[in-house]
Nanobody, 115 residues
Framework: QVQLVESGGGLVQPGGSLRLSCTASRMMFGGDTMGWYRQAPGKQRELVADISTGGATNYTDSVTGRFTISRDNAKNTVYLQMNSLRPEDTAVYYC?????????WRQGTQVTVSP
């Protein structure tokens, strides 16, 4: 059984910051690029940022310069530091491998950006 535990979401004002954390089983984390995805109401889930086992990163255009993904291989944990948050960043955020292990989507963590 693969474990994925996401945390760190919450309510924040525009311009604020949050840090998301995801701890995964070694089975997934050890050999895969890891990513943060998000799904806003009425929209498809999208890949926001990913990081390879060697630390190479990619970001979708809308978060470039504001979000930073990182990983701690010793802790099997991937982080998403989100700065300068905007209302359009409101969504449920999920972590998974890239490409995703579709059997292992979990409940995610809600991020709400609102005055």
């Amino acid at each position: 059984q693969v474990q994925l535990v996401e945390s760190g979401g919450g309510l924040v004002q525009p311009g604020g910051s949050l840090r998301l954390s995801c701890t995964a089983s070694r089975m997934m984390f050890g050999g895969d690029t890891m990513g943060w995805y998000r799904q806003a109401p009425g929209k498809q889930r999208e890949l926001v940022a990913d990081i390879s086992t060697g630390g190479a990163t990619n970001y979708t255009d809308s978060v470039t310069g504001r979000f930073t993904i990182s990983r701690d291989n010793a802790k099997n944990t991937v982080y998403l530091q989100m700065n300068s948050l905007r209302p359009e960043d409101t969504a449920v955020y999920y972590c998974n491998a890239v490409p995703p292990w579709n059997r292992y989507w979990r409940q995610g963590t809600q991020v709400t950006v609102s005055p």
